[in-house]
């Protein structure tokens, strides 16, 4: 796509990064901020997993996971600051944040036929006045003309332990080092598949957020749409 034609579409945010980042919550914080639009990419590959256990299709079978993808029946409802996951007209949201639909999410991402199927899906997300897209690969691959791409990412530690913080805020118990144990498989997985690995895109700015709070990474990121000429300056 030429620069002419990119800035004839709807201004992109891309946040990618490693799970447990804070990359869902700050995407969230920064489309509402703005009133843009929002993409939660993780979110597709989540509910492909889980449509796809629905309907007794194997993780390995790649072609009619790709057709699972390609016709999912997904609707996104934003209700009081938060976003509901509706698969086939079940409530969904609570279900694919558990870990074994993120684990099985992982190795339903590294398919490539998966991966096409749900390529254009995410594009049609990008409407005016702006897209904010959460994911591994939005700033690589998906919206590779983004005009701000940012990288977020954090220790693996500081990740098991935000982690943690959520189950329990959600009556899970779950043990620190088997949450660590997770996420470390999960980067390596999600780094080594063959088919957009997850990395910073050339032009990214990486933040890491070990030691930010949220409303500063916010602050930031709304800093930086500002000095690239995407927001008007207040």
Same mark, same amino acid.
């Given at each position: 796509?030429?620069?002419?034609?990119?800035?004839?579409?709807?201004?992109?945010? /891309? +946040?990618? &990064?490693?799970? &447990?980042?804070?990359?869902?919550? +700050?995407? *969230?914080?920064?489309? =509402? *901020?703005?009133?843009?639009?929002?993409?939660?990419?993780?979110?597709?590959? *989540?509910?492909?997993?889980?449509?796809?256990?629905?309907?007794?299709?194997?993780?390995?079978?790649?072609?009619?996971? $790709?057709?699972?993808?390609?016709?999912?029946?997904?609707?996104?409802?934003?209700?009081?600051? /938060?976003?509901?996951?509706?698969?086939? &007209?079940?409530?969904?949201?609570? /279900? +694919?944040?558990?870990?074994?639909?993120?684990? $099985?999410?992982?190795?339903?991402?590294?398919?490539? &036929?998966?991966? =096409?199927?749900?390529?254009? *899906?995410?594009?049609? @997300?990008?409407? @005016?006045?702006?897209?904010?897209?959460?994911?591994?690969?939005?700033?690589?691959?998906? @919206?590779?003309?983004?005009?701000?791409? #940012?990288?977020? /990412?954090?220790?693996?530690?500081?990740?098991?332990?935000?982690?943690?913080?959520?189950?329990?805020?959600?009556?899970?118990?779950?043990?620190?080092?088997?949450?660590?144990? =997770? +996420?470390?498989?999960?980067?390596?997985?999600?780094?080594?598949?063959?088919?957009?690995?997850?990395?910073?895109?050339?032009?990214? #700015?990486?933040?890491?957020?070990?030691?930010?709070?949220?409303? =500063?990474?916010?602050?930031?990121?709304?800093?930086?749409?500002?000095?690239?000429?995407?927001?008007?300056?207040?």
């Amino acid at each position: 796509m030429s620069d002419s034609q990119a800035s004839l579409q709807a201004p992109v945010l /891309t +946040i990618d &990064g490693p799970g &447990g980042a804070g990359k869902g919550t +700050i995407s *969230r914080l920064v489309a =509402e *901020r703005l009133g843009w639009h929002l993409l939660d990419s993780g979110a597709l590959y *989540r509910l492909t997993a889980l449509a796809a256990g629905k309907h007794d299709v194997s993780l390995d079978d790649e072609a009619s996971l $790709a057709e699972v993808a390609r016709h999912l029946e997904v609707v996104f409802v934003a209700e009081g600051g /938060t976003t509901r996951v509706m698969l086939e &007209g079940s409530d969904a949201t609570t /279900t +694919i944040r558990t870990e074994q639909v993120g684990d $099985a999410a992982s190795r339903v991402a590294a398919l490539p &036929g998966v991966r =096409e199927a749900l390529l254009s *899906r995410q594009r049609d @997300f990008r409407q @005016f006045p702006g897209l904010v897209a959460d994911g591994r690969d939005m700033g690589t691959v998906v @919206f590779a003309d983004a005009p701000l791409k #940012i990288f977020l /990412t954090a220790s693996a530690e500081e990740r098991a332990h935000r982690r943690q913080a959520q189950l329990r805020e959600a009556g899970v118990d779950a043990s620190l080092s088997s949450l660590l144990k =997770e +996420i470390q498989a999960r980067d390596a997985r999600d780094m080594q598949r063959s088919v957009a690995p997850l990395k910073p895109a050339e032009d990214a #700015i990486t933040l890491d957020t070990t030691r930010l709070t949220i409303p =500063e990474v916010v602050d930031r990121l709304t800093e930086l749409l500002t000095q690239r000429g995407l927001l008007p300056e207040a």
